[in-house]
Nanobody, 120 residues
């Protein structure tokens, strides 16, 4: 059973930093694109950042220059370093990954979400 488990959310003051982590567990053959999405109350879920297995990144305009996505393939883990946080970054952050597993082929997986609150 493949699972994504996030950690690292919390409460931070404007201008502060947080680092989110997401680890994939289970029997995994390979992981292609990994990414982070976020959903604020009353809004639709939106992309924050993605990173392919080849190293290509994609960032939402609203986080460019402030957020950095990275991954450790040996640990099946993706990270999101968030700096210069703003109140409008407050949201639930969800990990997402395209994972190939034995007998299941390639499927899209979501984590359970971790809350990030930016407030003074």
């Amino acid at each position: 059973q493949v699972q994504l488990v996030e950690s690292g959310g919390g409460l931070v003051q404007p201008g502060g930093s947080l680092r989110l982590s997401c680890a994939a567990s289970g029997t995994i053959l390979s992981i292609n694109t990994m990414g982070w999405y976020r959903q604020a109350p009353g809004k639709e879920r939106e992309l924050a950042a993605t990173l392919t297995s080849g190293g290509n990144t994609n960032y939402a305009d609203s986080v460019k220059g402030r957020f950095t996505i990275s991954r450790d393939d040996a640990k099946n883990t993706v990270y999101l370093q968030m700096d210069s946080l703003k109140p409008e970054d407050t949201a639930s952050y969800y990990c997402n990954a395209w994972i190939t597993a034995p007998w299941k082929g390639t499927s899209n997986y979501w984590g359970q979400g971790t809350q990030v609150t930016v407030s003074s």
